[in-house]
């Protein structure tokens, strides 16, 4: 399985982002799918995460209302777009593939496999 995620960059304080992940490997319909974030001197945290058919959602309360993940399983893709970015929305945002299709989840340990990280920066 690889996961390829995209999308970060830099943005102003209000601003806004899109990051995707493509997935190859496996059938990705059958599996949750979750975003995580590690800011450097932080230990990595949950995001977000979708189901892989009913696709109902879970985020993380410093989050909710702001973000919101979805997937295009035709396209084998999972999406985060961020709105109304804060200074310590910074950090390195990592898709990662569930090894069950539901529910979604926030451990890290549910996760078998691992993007690359792409970097969300956010000036005030």
């Known amino acids: 399985v690889q996961l390829q995620a995209s999308g970060g960059g830099s943005v102003q304080a209000g601003g806004s982002l899109r990051l995707s992940c493509a997935a190859s490997g496996r059938t990705f319909s059958w599996y949750a799918m979750g975003w995580f974030r590690q800011a450097p001197g932080k230990e990595r945290e949950f995001v977000a995460s979708?189901?892989?058919?009913?696709?109902?959602?879970y985020y993380a309360d410093v989050v909710k209302g702001r973000f919101t993940i979805s997937r295009d399983n035709a396209k084998n893709t999972v999406y985060l777009q961020m709105n109304y970015l804060k200074p310590e929305d910074t950090a390195v945002y990592y898709c990662?593939?569930?090894?069950?299709?539901?529910?979604?989840?926030?451990?890290?340990?549910?996760?078998?496999?691992w993007g690359q990280g792409t970097q969300v920066t956010v000036s005030s």
């Open positions: 979708i189901a892989g058919r009913d696709r109902s959602t």
């Open positions: 990662a593939e569930d090894r069950l299709a539901a529910p979604p989840q926030r451990h890290a340990a549910r996760y078998d496999y």
